[in-house]
C-alpha cells in the first residue's frame, strides 16, 4: 500500500464508504433540485388569482420588449457605476489605512487603529443612511461613500497582513540602501504585500459590488431596485419571479467574472523585488 507524508492512501473500505457518500450525495441534490424545479412549475394562488407556473411562456413574454432590456442595462450600468467608484475609493483609503496602521508612532497608529476598527464594525447600510441623512449628498454618493468607506477599512487590514507577513530583510534591505522607512514601505513593502494579497482584494472588491444591492435602501437605482421594485410594479408581480431569476444570472455572471479572475491572479502573481530594482533605488537615494 503506497503512504504519502501526511497520510496514507485510503484502503477498500474506505474507497467504498466514500463512493457510497458521494453516489447519496449525488442523489439528495438531484431530489432537491426536482422538488425546486416541480415547485416552480407548479401554479399558485396569489391574492385570490391563479398564476401560471414560473415557466409558462406568459411569465416571460414581456423579455421579448427592447424597453425591458434597456431598463435592466441601465440598472446593471448604475450598479456597475457606483461599484468602480468605491472600489477606486477604497483602494487608496485602504493604502492609506494601512500606511498609517503600520507606522512607528503611536500617537499615529492607535487612533488610525481605532477608526479602522469603527469603519469595519458599522454595518454598511447604516453607513449609508448616515451619509445619506447627515449631509446634502444624493443616493448616488452615500452608496460610494459608505462602500468605499467601510471596504477601505478592510483591505487596509489585508494590506497590513500583507506587510506584515513579508521578511523582514526586505525592509532593512531598503534601509541599508540610504531610503527612508516611508520609502523603503512605498518602493519597496508595498508592491509585494499588494501582489500577494491581489486575489484577498479582489475577492474584497466582489463583496464590494454585491452591497452594491444596498442601494436599494436608500433610493438608489441600482439593478435590484431596477428590476425587483420599478418594473414588477410598471408591469405587475406576476413577472417578479423571472425578474428576480434574471437578475440573479446578471449576478452571478459578474461575481463569478470577478472570482475567476481573483483565482487567475492568484496563480499568477509575482514574488520578491528583483535586485536590480533595489541598485536602481540606492542610486536613487
Request: no cysteine.
Amino acid at each position: 500500500m503506497s503512504s504519502s507524508v501526511l497520510f496514507d492512501a485510503p484502503g477498500p473500505k474506505s474507497r467504498r464508504r466514500s463512493r457510497t457518500l458521494s453516489i447519496v450525495t449525488l442523489v439528495v441534490v438531484a431530489a432537491v433540485v426536482v422538488w425546486v424545479v416541480l415547485t416552480l412549475a407548479a401554479p399558485r394562488v396569489s391574492s385570490g388569482i391563479t398564476l401560471p407556473g414560473s415557466f409558462d411562456p406568459t411569465r416571460w413574454d414581456i423579455f421579448a420588449d427592447p424597453r425591458v432590456w434597456r431598463g435592466i442595462g441601465l440598472g446593471v450600468l448604475a450598479t456597475l457605476q457606483a461599484a468602480a467608484l468605491a472600489a477606486v475609493l477604497a483602494l487608496a483609503i485602504g493604502i492609506g489605512f494601512s500606511t498609517l496602521r503600520t507606522s512607528v508612532h503611536a500617537w499615529v497608529r492607535v487612533p488610525t487603529t481605532v477608526v479602522l476598527e469603527f469603519f469595519r464594525g458599522m454595518p454598511v447600510l447604516l453607513l449609508m443612511l448616515f451619509i445619506l441623512l447627515a449631509s446634502s449628498f444624493g443616493s448616488f454618493w452615500a452608496v460610494v461613500l459608505a462602500l468605499g468607506l467601510y471596504n477601505g477599512a478592510i483591505i487596509g487590514e489585508i494590506l497590513r497582513a500583507g506587510l506584515a507577513s513579508l521578511p523582514l530583510g526586505q525592509r532593512e534591505a531598503g534601509l541599508s540602501l540610504g531610503l527612508t522607512r516611508l520609502q523603503a514601505k512605498t518602493f519597496i513593502e508595498f508592491p509585494q504585500a499588494f501582489r500577494q494579497m491581489l486575489p484577498v482584494i479582489v475577492a474584497q472588491l466582489v463583496v464590494l459590488l454585491k452591497d452594491t444591492s444596498l442601494g436599494f435602501i436608500v433610493g438608489y437605482n441600482e439593478l435590484i431596485r431596477t428590476t425587483m421594485n420599478q418594473m414588477a410594479s410598471f408591469y405587475g408581480n406576476r413577472y417578479l419571479l423571472s425578474l428576480f431569476l434574471v437578475t440573479l444570472v446578471i449576478y452571478l455572471a459578474i461575481n463569478l467574472s470577478l472570482s475567476a479572475f481573483a483565482r487567475r491572479l492568484a496563480r499568477r502573481r509575482g514574488g520578491a523585488v528583483r535586485p536590480g530594482f533595489l541598485a536602481k533605488l540606492g542610486n536613487r537615494a
